[in-house]
T-cell receptor, first 110, second 114 residues
Framework: LAKTTQPISMDSYEGQEVNITCSHN???????ITWYQQFPSQGPRFIIQGYKTKVTNEVASLFIPADRKSSTLSLPRVSLSDTAVYYC???????????FGDGTTLTVKP | DAEITQSPRHKITETGRQVTLACHQTWNHNNMFWYRQDLGHGLRLIHY???????NKGEVSDGYSVSRSNTEDLPLTLESAASSQTSVYFCASSESLAGGGEQFFGPGTRLTVL
């Protein structure tokens, strides 16, 4: 599975839009990009998954350019409760296993 | 409601002892996974299973074993606990392999090996 690289940490303020970019230069044809959120002392929680272009759900959007070597998770109008670690994963359609990196710690300030 | 549970939530043991961590899911998912998370780091895959009687090694499987005798359970055994295995252990399950499949995680077990 392709290795991912994402910023170690980011700070934001309540009400702002936050964009977290992840690079995955060696992504394969059958790979998807998946994002998880983890709060302290809890297991990760699925946020969004995509293959190409743009995917949007009730909590986030995922932008994937045509070459798929990077992706951007967009969180609209963050609140203090969005403070968490966000993981970008490359997941293979032929195998359920995933590789987590160290994630991006997002801190939302009042 | 369907869920995934882990027990115990906290465990303290001594070096050399055998320890078994339980994972139980009621979604009837075929796919189950065990991860460990060391302080300040991401999750690393220990073992995974795609169905009954199927088990596979992940990236950090040395010193761990799993067995899958039914759909609901995937217990993780530390054969001879070592201090390096002090960590938080998460179990997860998923229904589909498509796109890697959305994984549902348990609450975790904090294991301390003295």
């Amino acid at each position: 599975l392709a290795k991912t690289t994402q910023p170690i940490s980011m700070d934001s303020y309540e009400g702002q839009e936050v964009n977290i970019t992840c690079s995955h230069n060696n992504i394969a044809t059958n790979d998807y990009i998946t994002w998880y959120q983890q709060f302290p002392s809890q297991g990760p929680r699925f946020i969004i998954q995509g293959y190409k272009t743009k995917v949007t759900n009730e909590v986030a959007s995922l932008f994937i350019p045509a070459d798929r070597k990077s992706s951007t998770l967009s969180l609209p109008r963050v609140s203090l409760s969005d403070t968490a670690v966000y993981y970008c994963l490359v997941t293979n359609t032929n195998a359920g296993k995933s590789t987590f990196g160290d994630g991006t710690t997002l801190t939302v300030k009042p | 409601d369907a869920e995934i549970t882990q027990s115990p939530r906290h465990k303290i043991t001594e070096t050399g002892r055998q320890v078994t961590l339980a994972c139980h899911q009621t979604w009837n998912h075929n796919n189950m996974f065990w991860y460990r998370q060391d302080l300040g780091h991401g999750l690393r895959l220990i073992h995974y299973s795609y169905g009954v009687q199927d088990t596979n090694k992940g990236e950090v499987s040395d010193g761990y074993s799993v067995s899958r005798s039914n759909t609901e359970d995937l217990p993780l055994t530390l054969e001879s606990a070592a201090s390096s295995q002090t960590s938080v252990y998460f179990c997860a399950s998923s229904e589909s392999l498509a796109g890697g499949g959305e994984q549902f995680f348990g609450p975790g077990t904090r294991l301390t090996v003295l």
